[in-house]
Nanobody, 119 residues
Framework: QVQLVESGGGMVQAGGSLTLSCAFS????????MSWYRQPLGKTRELVGA???????SYIDSVKGRFTLSRDNARNTVALRMANLNPADTAVYYC?????????????WGQGTQVTVSS
């Protein structure tokens, strides 16, 4: 069973930076695509970015050039470095792990961490 624990959320002023971390416990970390999602209050959850086991990354357009995903396969962790934050980035951020199986995929979520950006 996989467990994900996020840390690093908090409050920051517009233009500031934060780094979120996600600790993965379980087996076969490198088999999992690790992603960060976010959910602003009253809105639907959206994918922010993802990193494959080999380190390939992808991001939504609104965070490109500001957010950087990285993973440490030796420590089973993934980090989301967020720079030049703005109030639209305010949300609960969730770590997600996904791995394929024969008839679909396994998927796991962390408990979420709040990021608040003040103007």
């Amino acid at each position: 069973q996989v467990q994900l624990v996020e840390s690093g959320g908090g409050m920051v002023q517009a233009g500031g930076s934060l780094t979120l971390s996600c600790a993965f416990s379980g087996n076969l970390f490198t088999h999992h695509v690790m992603s960060w999602y976010r959910q602003p209050l009253g809105k639907t959850r959206e994918l922010v970015g993802a990193v494959t086991g080999g380190g390939l990354t992808s991001y939504i357009d609104s965070v490109k050039g500001r957010f950087t995903l990285s993973r440490d396969n030796a420590r089973n962790t993934v980090a989301l470095r967020m720079a030049n934050l703005n109030p639209a980035d305010t949300a609960v951020y969730y770590c997600n792990a996904k791995a394929p199986k024969i008839d679909g995929f396994y998927e796991y979520w962390g408990q979420g961490t709040q990021v608040t950006v003040s103007s």
